[in-house]
């Protein structure tokens, strides 16, 4: 198993730019969801997804959008890239949304906005 | 809301020594505790998940406990080796958290271990 894959690992945009940070797992995981990380925050959560073609908003959720066609795959797309957004973006999965199942990270994304 | 906080913040001991690593959490009322280790411009890789229900786990060198009555967890880690040094996190999922299987963190520990 791969596990959790992330593409790119680096992206550098400019202030208006659009794009999608890919997220992949092949472990036929049910719940999937994106946390960014910045110094003194720890990692928050973005969006999550409890299965194929469900997704909810999590604790920062303002200018991204998600969605989950298949049990695979999970981009987080930037809409209109704000300096703010720069931060390093995890994709993390976990077999259930379920109580007593272990998250699995993947390697993340380093995005910086100009 | 569901605070973690980790102490110290970062930590520098010489090889073989025993340490522990502090979190703790301001809501017990959690379903379980995930700690996780950290290198530099690298993912997260877990280590341990303790459930709500269990006092500690142990996996090779290491051993985390809970006390979710104190909102406690300790990492012990045994003989430490260079290779151990690392950011250490951990992450409790609240019982009241609203948001699907959302992990509450901490800023975590900064380990180094000196040969």
């Known amino acids: 198993n791969a596990g959790v894959t992330q593409t790119p690992k680096f992206q550098v945009l400019k202030t208006g730019q659009s794009m999608t940070l890919q997220c992949a797992q092949d472990?036929?995981?049910?719940?999937m969801s994106w946390y960014r990380q910045d110094p003194g925050m720890g990692l928050r959560l973005i969006h999550y997804?409890?299965?194929?073609?469900?997704?909810d908003q999590g604790e920062v959720p303002n200018g991204y959008n998600v969605s989950r066609s298949t049990t695979e795959d999970f981009p987080l797309r930037l809409l209109s890239a704000a300096p703010s957004q720069t931060s390093v973006y995890f994709c993390?999965?976990?077999?259930?949304?379920?109580?007593?199942?272990?998250?699995?990270f993947g390697p993340g994304t380093r995005l910086t906005v100009t | 809301k569901q605070e973690v906080t980790q102490i110290p913040a970062a930590l520098s001991v010489p090889e073989g020594e025993n340490l522990v690593l502090n979190c703790s959490f301001t809501?017990?009322?959690?379903?379980?505790l995930q700690w996780f280790r950290q290198d530099p411009g690298k993912g997260l890789t877990s280590l341990l998940l303790?459930?709500?229900?269990?006092r500690e786990q142990t996996s090779g060198r290491l051993n985390a406990s809970l006390d979710k009555s104190s909102g406690r967890s300790t990492l012990y880690i045994a003989a430490s080796q260079p290779g151990d040094s690392a950011t250490y996190l951990c992450?409790?999922?609240?019982?009241?958290?609203?948001?699907?299987?959302?992990?509450?963190f901490g800023e975590g520990t900064q380990l180094t271990v000196n040969p």
């Open positions: 992450a409790v999922r609240g019982q009241g958290e609203t948001s699907g299987s959302r992990l509450t």
């Open positions: 809501d017990s009322a959690i379903y379980n």
């Open positions: 997804s409890v299965g194929a073609g469900i997704t």
């Open positions: 993390a999965s976990s077999y259930s949304f379920l109580v007593g199942y272990e998250q699995y």
């Open positions: 472990m036929n995981h049910e719940y």
């Open positions: 303790i459930q709500s229900s269990q």
